[in-house]
Structures are given as structure tokens and as C-alpha cells.
């Protein structure tokens, strides 16, 4: 069980231990909150994730007002794990390409692997509009992909800081992923070449055809060994247990062992090239 469910689950035997405590069963909270009585159960029982509005409710209804701010505070907490892309995005997606260069700043070694497109600090401009504009399409969120685009470039900064150390780790299907043009496909591809001869960075990709050690469900990102952050279809899951950062660390480990890294990549890459047709 992840750390944002083990919390919700929290949330939710407090809520139901605030709703005993004032003598009232779901189906009679319900009603008093207008409520069908299946929302007060999925809340209990941790299956949905209450707003700060349905909080007030709760407190007003079961004579604990007090609690309120408490409450608020749990939810506020709970959410910084589990952030939906709707959200993140509200302000267009120039705020969370900042936040990315602030948590990169403080970090001094970072490790992605991508399963499904190049990681933002290896993408060229171009390839960056696609993507962002595609993630700005689906979430329907406002359209700032220029001034998103700016930044993540403005990212990419950190890479020539040799106090640094980057490790990246792509599978080759993200090579043949047309997330864009095969022009602009082949730009990225001659760019990530380019990458592989800078010192503090490895780039590690992982061929067709290799045996994984386990499902390859998403990527993820790890902060030195403090922080990973996943991305999912629907949101960002920031996760800080110590145990689950280890596990992450773990798996990075043993998929890079498939990785091939230097001349070897440097060799897929070119053969992805002279692969890639219009």
C-alpha cells in the first residue's frame, strides 16, 4: 500500500470516529449532509478523497467544528502526495516547470527512467511543444505551451553543472514513440546522442528484446534519496517513505543492468535514425 493510501485511510478512520462520536451512523450523516450514504462510505474507507468543503460539512455536521483546521491540514498534507494533472496545470504548465527547476537545483544526483517519451531535462524545443502541448489537450488546462517550453529549456541548465550527477534511463520504444513529427523526432534523437558524451551525465537505453526483471508500468524520478515523483495518466504521485524510495532505488538499479550506455547507445541511436521514415 502506498504512503497517500495508507494516509486517506487515516483520514478516513478519523472522519469515522469523529461521526460515532456525535451518534450517528453514515446513512443518518448522509442525510444530513445531503449526501448519497455510498459517499460517506467511500470516504471511510479511504476508496475517495474529500474536498475541503465536504471537511467543513463533516465537522459542522457532527458537532466538531474545532476540528476543522486539523482536518484541513490532514487533506493539505494528503494532497501534496497525490496531485491530479488538472490541478497541477490550473495556471498553465509554465508553475510546474518552475517547481521542476527548484527541485532540481537542490538536488546533486538525479535518476529518471522514461518509459514512454525522452525526460524533460534531455528534450529539444521542439519536442517539448509536442509533449506539453499534447498533456495541455488532454487535461484541458490553459495554453502556455510556449512559455512552458522556455522554461524546461531554462532546466536544462543544470545539466552542465558538474557538482551534479544525472542517470537516465530510457527504453528504446520511447526512441520510436511518435509523440511528434519524424522530423522532429530525429532532431531529438541527434540531441540525445549529443548528451551521452557529457561527463556527469549517463544515459542508459534499454534495447528491445532484453528480459526485464519486473513490469515496466511507468517511470519515475528520483531526487538524490529523498524524493520520487510519478507520473501517471491523471496525476503526480510524490512519494517520501523511505522503504518505497528504496524499493524505486532498487528497481532503477536493476534496469540499468539491461542498459546499454556510450558507444552501445550511441550505435541504437544512429540505427534509430536510419530506421526512422516520414
Given at each position: 500500500?502506498?504512503?497517500?493510501?495508507?494516509?486517506?485511510?487515516?483520514?478516513?478512520?478519523?472522519?469515522?470516529?469523529?461521526?460515532?462520536?456525535?451518534?450517528l451512523n453514515g446513512k443518518e450523516l448522509a442525510a444530513l449532509l445531503g449526501w448519497p450514504p455510498s459517499k460517506v462510505s467511500k470516504i471511510e474507507h479511504g476508496?475517495?478523497?474529500?474536498?475541503?468543503?465536504?471537511?467543513?460539512?463533516?465537522?459542522q455536521a457532527v458537532g466538531a467544528p474545532h476540528a476543522v483546521e486539523a482536518l484541513t491540514a490532514r487533506l493539505r498534507a494528503l494532497e501534496t502526495h497525490y496531485v491530479t494533472w488538472r490541478r497541477q496545470l490550473r495556471a498553465g504548465t509554465r508553475p510546474r516547470q518552475q517547481a521542476s527547476l527548484d527541485l532540481e537545483a537542490r538536488s546533486g544526483i538525479i535518476r529518471a527512467m522514461e518509459t514512454a517519451v525522452v525526460p524533460g531535462l534531455l528534450q529539444t524545443p521542439e519536442y517539448a511543444h509536442h509533449v506539453l502541448q499534447a498533456w495541455v489537450t488532454l487535461h484541458r488546462t490553459p495554453d502556455?505551451?510556449?512559455?512552458?517550453?522556455?522554461?524546461?529549456?531554462?532546466?536544462?541548465?543544470?545539466?552542465y553543472d558538474l557538482s551534479k550527477r544525472f542517470h537516465f534511463l530510457i527504453c528504446e520504444t520511447v526512441l520510436r514513440a511518435r509523440v511528434c513529427p519524424a522530423a522532429v523526432l530525429r532532431g531529438q534523437i541527434d540531441r540525445l546522442i549529443a548528451l551521452t558524451t557529457l561527463n556527469n551525465v549517463a544515459l542508459g537505453?534499454?534495447?528491445?528484446?532484453?528480459e526485464l526483471p519486473f513490469p515496466v508500468l511507468h517511470g519515475f524520478w528520483v531526487f538524490d534519496?529523498?524524493?520520487?515523483?510519478?507520473?501517471?495518466?491523471?496525476?503526480?504521485?510524490?512519494?517520501?517513505?523511505?522503504?518505497?524510495?528504496?524499493?524505486?532505488?532498487?528497481?532503477?538499479?536493476q534496469a540499468a543492468g539491461l542498459a546499454v550506455y556510450g558507444e552501445r547507445a550511441r550505435a541504437l541511436l544512429s540505427d534509430t535514425l536510419v530506421d526512422l521514415t516520414d
Amino acid at each position: 500500500m502506498s504512503g497517500f493510501q495508507q494516509e486517506r485511510d487515516a483520514l478516513g478512520i478519523h472522519l469515522r470516529e469523529l461521526r460515532r462520536a456525535a451518534g450517528l451512523n453514515g446513512k443518518e450523516l448522509a442525510a444530513l449532509l445531503g449526501w448519497p450514504p455510498s459517499k460517506v462510505s467511500k470516504i471511510e474507507h479511504g476508496r475517495q478523497t474529500p474536498t475541503e468543503a465536504d471537511l467543513a460539512a463533516w465537522a459542522q455536521a457532527v458537532g466538531a467544528p474545532h476540528a476543522v483546521e486539523a482536518l484541513t491540514a490532514r487533506l493539505r498534507a494528503l494532497e501534496t502526495h497525490y496531485v491530479t494533472w488538472r490541478r497541477q496545470l490550473r495556471a498553465g504548465t509554465r508553475p510546474r516547470q518552475q517547481a521542476s527547476l527548484d527541485l532540481e537545483a537542490r538536488s546533486g544526483i538525479i535518476r529518471a527512467m522514461e518509459t514512454a517519451v525522452v525526460p524533460g531535462l534531455l528534450q529539444t524545443p521542439e519536442y517539448a511543444h509536442h509533449v506539453l502541448q499534447a498533456w495541455v489537450t488532454l487535461h484541458r488546462t490553459p495554453d502556455d505551451v510556449p512559455e512552458g517550453v522556455r522554461v524546461r529549456m531554462q532546466r536544462q541548465l543544470v545539466l552542465y553543472d558538474l557538482s551534479k550527477r544525472f542517470h537516465f534511463l530510457i527504453c528504446e520504444t520511447v526512441l520510436r514513440a511518435r509523440v511528434c513529427p519524424a522530423a522532429v523526432l530525429r532532431g531529438q534523437i541527434d540531441r540525445l546522442i549529443a548528451l551521452t558524451t557529457l561527463n556527469n551525465v549517463a544515459l542508459g537505453i534499454i534495447p528491445f528484446g532484453v528480459e526485464l526483471p519486473f513490469p515496466v508500468l511507468h517511470g519515475f524520478w528520483v531526487f538524490d534519496e529523498r524524493v520520487v515523483l510519478v507520473e501517471t495518466l491523471g496525476a503526480e504521485i510524490t512519494v517520501t517513505d523511505e522503504d518505497e524510495i528504496q524499493l524505486y532505488l532498487q528497481a532503477f538499479d536493476q534496469a540499468a543492468g539491461l542498459a546499454v550506455y556510450g558507444e552501445r547507445a550511441r550505435a541504437l541511436l544512429s540505427d534509430t535514425l536510419v530506421d526512422l521514415t516520414d
